[in-house]
Structures are given as structure tokens and as C-alpha cells.
């Protein structure tokens, strides 16, 4: 069974959150990983870290930046990651909505989402209104959806 939990760096399982998110074989998980060991967090910022029996199904970040650098867009979904055993089920999409509710919680009024995927974000209502190069030089579609 997935559970979904929400964390910040003052929950038990971040540590262990963080060691398993920075054990993926994506290089923006041990950017997350590295964030969350090493960052100053703002208050309302949280990491979705889903598990099936203590281990990492997916996650992702609410976070104030994310890989677009200048940019006057804040704040992310960011970092959104599904175990390759677990994809096709929706998983994506829930930790998205979840860390929608995260943001309502907080106040926070629309985010924003940094992806090269099309299509995927797009059934939650998100919509593009920018495309810009990351801190790669990779172009990226920048989404919007008001909350």
C-alpha cells in the first residue's frame, strides 16, 4: 500500500527520505537529496515522499526556485519522480496534488512547474506561459495553474 507523507526538515523520516531520494538514478534526486541535507528550508516549503512498505515509491518538492535561474516565477511543484516499478498508476499526479494542498495550506495561491514532458501536467490544469533555458541549457516548458 502507498503512503503519502509530507515533510519538512523537522519530520522524523526526512533523513531517511532524503538518503532514499538521493539514491535514484535521476540526477535531480541527489539535488533534492543535497537540498534537503544541506539547505535552509523556508516555512512553508515540503517534500511529498511516497513508500510502499518503507521504500521510495516517488516524491517531490514545493519549493521557492527551481532549475530556471532568474526568473520571476515563484513557487514550484519541483522534482517530480515516480519509481520506474510503480509508473502508469497516476502516482505523478497525486504527488502533484499534493503538494497543491501543501500550498493552499500555506496561502499560496498558483504554482508553477519547470518540465520538458508534454501532456503530463496538462490533466491537472496546468498551462504553459513561458519557456525558458534551465541551469543546463536545456529548454524547458514553464506551467502555470492558479489554486
Not at 533523513?15 to 541527489?30: H, K, L, V
Not at 512553508?44 to 518538492?61: I, M, S
Request: overall charge negative; glycine content about 8%.
Amino acid at each position: 500500500m502507498i503512503t503519502y507523507h509530507l515533510l519538512t526538515p523537522h519530520s522524523p523520516a526526512w533523513a531517511t527520505a532524503a538518503s532514499q531520494i538521493g539514491a535514484i538514478d535521476w540526477p535531480a534526486g541527489g539535488h533534492l537529496a543535497k537540498l534537503m541535507q544541506t539547505a535552509t528550508w523556508q516555512p512553508w516549503e515540503r517534500v511529498v515522499y511516497a513508500t510502499d512498505n518503507g521504500q521510495l515509491v516517488g516524491c517531490c518538492a514545493l519549493m521557492a526556485e527551481d532549475i530556471v535561474p532568474d526568473t520571476p516565477y515563484s513557487p514550484f511543484v519541483s522534482t517530480v519522480y515516480v519509481n520506474p516499478d510503480y509508473r502508469g498508476q497516476g502516482i505523478s499526479l497525486h504527488l502533484v496534488q499534493q503538494t497543491e494542498t501543501a500550498a493552499q495550506a500555506a496561502g499560496i495561491d498558483g504554482l508553477y512547474i519547470v518540465t520538458r514532458h508534454v501532456g503530463l501536467y496538462e490533466h491537472l490544469d496546468y498551462e504553459l506561459i513561458d519557456q525558458r533555458n534551465d541551469q543546463f541549457g536545456r529548454l524547458n516548458r514553464i506551467l502555470y495553474k492558479q489554486l
